[in-house]
């Protein structure tokens, strides 16, 4: 039996527990383990001073990216930091386990130094989403990281706890998802995480890896190969599990990318939740594909189970651009998903997206089409705040040219058309004629960000008039930023050194 430590550096969620931990903690245990897990994200996210007020929202993620900013936040928040060191070296774990993405490599790389200068006895690895397609471990390996997991940890983590090794490029995928225990949460002071009012006490669960369709644009779709669900009886479980364990639970999140990859397992699921509810009430939102084969008895079937909201992707309005996108529905399908979802008592959230390469003025009118032909369907419009990201490791990365892209240096929301005529102000502008649109209609229109709309605007305008050399209207744009933000410190600067006439 070992003891090991499982940490999650920042940047990560702050509505619920890592699910990568509770899972891995959970398999640990399962395997005998005694397992201690310090989600230093939420802590320090408590424990943020001011000027660090909006660095969780999930549109600032790109500062995580940058060494010297996080290693100034760890800095100047030294003690939320050595506390959750002197804890960790306390339990004096055999090995310490890093999850790691794209926004915490820097923090985790910090972390990783500290623990080695604090816990030279322990053994030291890190795995997560940067390792589920090929990154550079080079950075982890410099600050004293032993071994980099790569895919998923569940087998392979439980092998290096026991001593073993498991081979640099990472053990196969799981095809028994049914296998895994359930989640953890109990290693997590639930306390510190902070939903948003409408999602009430809630839990997250992940219940399938992968995707049944191959968007061009998409990114998450990369990280797990085919599609691999639970069965319906098994997801029941565990809803019923965490319900029993936590009697106040008012609410389910389903995070898969897509919760009927499988009918049948969707049935199984809805039929056991409607016989025997885990709870009184529990309601639960997942995010779905249109599938024309999903009538409105199943539709009906997912209310009585609970299910109060789901989430579609229908990104276009027009069938020319569902093709480029390689959109594997009819335009048609989705009026009568939308119709069917909404006609059973689902509130239906929809995400669109702006400016695909190749998207004509004609498409995107196409779109405020399908939002007025079902305006009445619709209880949110959800307008991509990127408007459309070149995403790493999706097709469209990888295919510029097929797409006539040129790219950006700074960042994959500024790419722009080959004739010039689709760039990201074009694309923001679309997004706002759309969000007028929608509101005119009675539509909900999400946010999607964490600051607000209006803050966000100027700040990533700015960000791409200066990656375009731009000075003088970068400087415009941050100035705009900076009256709904005058206490960005940091703006400020980067406002002083355009040096603007
Ligand atoms: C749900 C989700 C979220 C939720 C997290 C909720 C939660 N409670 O966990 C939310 C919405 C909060 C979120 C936020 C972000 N996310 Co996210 N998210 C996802 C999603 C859809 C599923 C993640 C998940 O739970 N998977 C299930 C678990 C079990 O899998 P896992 O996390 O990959 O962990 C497995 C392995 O990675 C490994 N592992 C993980 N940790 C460790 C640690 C050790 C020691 C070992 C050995 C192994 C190991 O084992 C695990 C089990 O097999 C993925 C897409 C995808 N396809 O995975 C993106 C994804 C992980 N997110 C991503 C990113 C970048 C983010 C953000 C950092 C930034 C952003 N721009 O979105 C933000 C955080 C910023 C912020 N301020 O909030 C990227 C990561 C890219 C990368 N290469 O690292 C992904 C892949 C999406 C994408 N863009 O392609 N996300
Ligand atoms: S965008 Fe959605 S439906 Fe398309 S591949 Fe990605 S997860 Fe699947």
Redesign the pocket.
């Known amino acids: 039996m070992s003891r090991v430590a499982?940490v999650q550096p920042p940047?990560?969620?702050?509505?619920?527990?890592?699910?990568?931990l509770a899972?891995?903690s959970s398999c640990l245990k399962a395997a005998g383990h005694e397992v201690l897990v310090c989600d230093l994200n939420i802590e320090l996210y408590r424990r943020r001073l001011p000027a660090y007020r909006d660095a969780?929202?999930?549109e600032r993620?790109s500062f995580w990216t940058r060494l010297d900013d996080v290693r100034a936040l760890l800095e100047s928040h030294r003690d939320a930091v050595e506390e959750a060191l002197s804890r960790l070296a306390a339990f004096r774990p055999d090995l310490v386990?890093?999850?790691v993405?794209?926004?915490s490599w820097p923090a985790a790389r910090e972390l990783a130094r500290r623990l080695k200068e604090r816990l030279p006895q322990a053994r030291l690895?890190?795995?997560?989403?940067?390792f589920?397609?090929p990154s550079d471990p080079a950075p982890l390996r410099d600050a004293g990281v032993d071994f980099v997991?790569r895919g998923?940890?569940?087998k392979?983590?439980v092998e290096l706890a026991g001593g073993r090794t498991v081979p640099e490029a990472g053990l196969p995928p799981l095809m028994d998802l049914d296998a895994l225990p359930f989640l953890d949460l109990e290693a997590f002071p639930l306390d510190l995480y902070d939903p948003p009012g409408h999602m009430g006490r809630h839990i997250?669960l992940?219940t399938s890896r992968g995707c049944v369709q191959q968007c061009v644009f998409c990114?998450?779709r990369a990280?797990?190969d085919g599609f691999r669900t639970m069965s319906g009886r098994r997801i029941y479980d565990e809803v019923r599990h965490h319900a029993a364990h936590r009697p106040d639970l008012e609410a389910i999140e389903f995070?898969d990318?897509l919760f009927n990859g499988r009918l049948e397992t969707l049935r199984e699921f809805c039929g056991l939740m409607a016989e025997a509810p885990p709870a009184p009430g529990l309601r639960w939102h997942a995010n779905l594909v249109v599938r024309p084969d999903m009538d409105e008895a199943l539709y009906r079937a997912m209310r009585a189970a609970g299910c109060r909201h789901v989430t579609f992707g229908i990104e276009s309005g027009s069938q020319r651009v569902l093709g480029l996108m390689r959109k594997r529905y009819r335009i048609a399908d989705a009026d009568a998903a939308l119709a069917r979802a909404h006609g059973a008592g689902i509130a239906v959230t929809c995400n669109f997206m702006f400016g695909f390469p190749g998207e004509t003025e004609a498409d995107f009118q196409q779109t405020l089409a399908f939002l007025e032909r079902n305006a009445r369907r619709l209880d949110t419009a959800y307008p991509s705040r990127s408007y459309c990201t070149i995403?790493p490791h999706s097709y469209l990365a990888g295919h510029l040219d097929e797409f006539g892209v040129i790219p950006s240096p700074a960042h994959g929301q500024y790419w722009r058309s080959r004739d010039g005529s689709n760039t990201y102000p074009e694309r923001l502008r679309r997004c706002e004629e759309f969000s007028r649109r929608a509101r005119e209609l009675g539509i909900h229109v999400g946010e999607g960000l964490q600051t607000s709309v209006e803050k966000d605007k100027w700040l990533s305008l700015g960000d791409y008039h200066e990656s375009c050399g731009e000075r003088e209207e970068a400087a415009r744009c941050l100035r705009r930023y900076l009256e709904c933000a005058p206490e960005d410190e940091a703006v400020r600067g980067r406002l002083a050194a355009l040096n603007p006439s």
């Not at 940047?11 to 990568?20: C, F, K, L």
């Open positions: 499982l940047v990560w969620g702050i509505y619920d527990p890592p699910t990568a899972q891995l969780w929202a999930i993620s386990g890093l999850s993405n794209t926004c690895a890190a795995g997560g989403p940067l589920c397609v997991v998923e940890g569940e392979a983590f997250s992940m990114g998450p990280y797990w995070l990318l995403e």
